[in-house]
């Protein structure tokens, strides 16, 4: 059994209300602390007003939640065993009818970051990387 609440990437809709309403009432019914994880940096969005609205840090992992890092496409993929998910954020896209494209990082297309923290995580690593992912790999058939 995990030993939070994940919320990964979260993104909270316009109708804010609604959504923490829902939140409060799954934390409560689970009597656990909530969990925020983050696939890639530029997925930061609503992490920090939710980490701060329950009183949380986010980047701690718990128990029950197994990080893959693929730092050539700068991204964790999560692995929750219990429910048999693999939880990518920019990296595999596609359907499976079609197969999945494997997506880097362009540091050639000079993308704007979307967040404060993907910058100070640029700027700690010394990298380069845009904040875009492109697709700079064949489709992975499912045949």
């Not at 329950?54 to 718990?62: D, E």
């Not at 979307?114 to 640029?122: N, T």
């Amino acid at each position: 059994m995990p030993g939070a609440v994940v919320l990964i990437d979260p993104l909270v809709p316009p109708e804010q209300e609604g959504f923490f309403r829902a939140l409060d009432r799954d934390l409560e019914r689970a009597d656990r602390p909530l969990a925020i994880l983050l696939t890639v940096p530029w997925h930061e969005r609503s992490a920090e007003e939710v980490a701060e609205r329950y009183g949380t840090a986010f980047g701690g992992l718990p128990r029950g939640v197994i990080p893959l890092s693929f730092p050539e496409v700068v991204e964790t993929i999560y692995w929750l065993p219990e429910h048999g998910a693999l939880v990518p954020g920019d990296t595999l896209l596609g359907e499976m009818r079609d197969g999945l494209a494997v997506c880097r990082i362009d540091p050639a297309a000079n993308a704007t970051p979307h967040s404060k923290r993907f910058q100070r995580e640029r700027r700690r690593s010394g990298s380069k990387l845009s904040a875009r992912p492109t697709c700079s790999h064949p489709r992975l058939s499912n045949s």
